[in-house]
């Protein structure tokens, strides 16, 4: 190749668009939907769905237990992303699905997310299939595995029972992907129920106590400005908090 002719490939190549993250064609599907629910999207930006679906190893076919699915923005992904061979169990605790009564009354209208089984059951009470789910996924929620309101219905979750019962409902392989709020290295348990934060240090003790395997940990959803001191509920960084993302498999 001539010089001249060198140098206008590449000038070609740098004229083409950098992709930087290119999502498995399912997770794209499923985030282009136009069946979202209204707003959904805006948050895409700061949740990074892509990212942690894609990394969670999520795929059609699957069949997927979110714990404490809230008012179900991941709920709704998961199940375009599942299709229609594949299904969600969406659960909450009877405080949850009242704290989220909204946006899941609008989310499960008729005709909607037909993969999708409602779960509302005690912690301590999943009473789940054995051997029956590819994936569980807890999102900005395995703290609350630590918080206690009495007065409104929320009593102390037996958090390694819990864990036990989720490892008996998962096949073999299967794996388990949680995001959380980071707490301060070697926060107590009870930062969960004080700042809504937990140490990811001891959010993989508990699961590796439970039986399950640490496989990989992604940055993608890392905020190094975030003050851990703060609940995540503070107005300066909701929606901002410093998160980590951790995957876990089942032997």
């Known amino acids: 190749m001539r010089r001249p002719d060198f140098l206008l490939a590449l000038l070609a190549l740098a004229a083409l668009p950098v992709q930087i993250h290119a999502a498995d064609p399912a997770i794209e599907s499923a985030l282009t939907n136009p069946d979202r629910l209204e707003g959904d999207s805006d948050a895409d930006s700061r949740r990074k769905p892509a990212e942690v679906l894609e990394f969670f190893g999520i795929a059609p076919g699957m ?3 979110e714990i404490f699915a809230g008012g179900g923005y991941y709920t709704e992904i998961l ?4 299709g229609p061979e594949g299904s969600v169990v969406a659960h909450n605790n009877t405080p949850y699905l009242q704290y989220a009564k909204a946006s899941l009354d ?3 209208t008729p ?3 037909g993969n999708v089984e409602r779960l509302t059951a005690e912690n301590n009470a999943l009473d789940l299939p054995e051997n029956s789910f590819d994936a569980a996924v807890f999102i900005l929620a395995y703290h609350d595995v630590y918080h206690i309101d009495e007065p409104n219905g929320w009593t102390r979750i037996d958090g390694p029972e819990m864990l036990a019962e989720v490892y008996r409902s998962l096949k073999p392989g299967a794996v388990v992907g949680v995001v959380d709020h980071v707490a301060q290295t070697g926060a107590p348990a009870e930062t969960g129920n004080t700042l809504h934060r937990i140490d990811p240090g001891l959010l993989r003790k508990d699961l590796e106590s439970a039986g399950f395997l640490f496989d990989a940990e992604s940055d993608v959803l890392r905020n190094p ?3 851990h001191s703060k609940p995540m509920f503070d107005p300066e960084i909701r929606g ?3 998160r980590f993302v951790q995957r876990f498999r089942k032997p």
């Open 240 to 242: 901002q908090t410093d």
């Open 111 to 113: 005709g909607r997310l």
């Open 63 to 65: 069949r997927v237990l």
């Open 225 to 227: 400005a975030d003050d």
């Open 79 to 82: 199940s375009y992303v599942v």
């Open 106 to 108: 609008k989310r499960f």
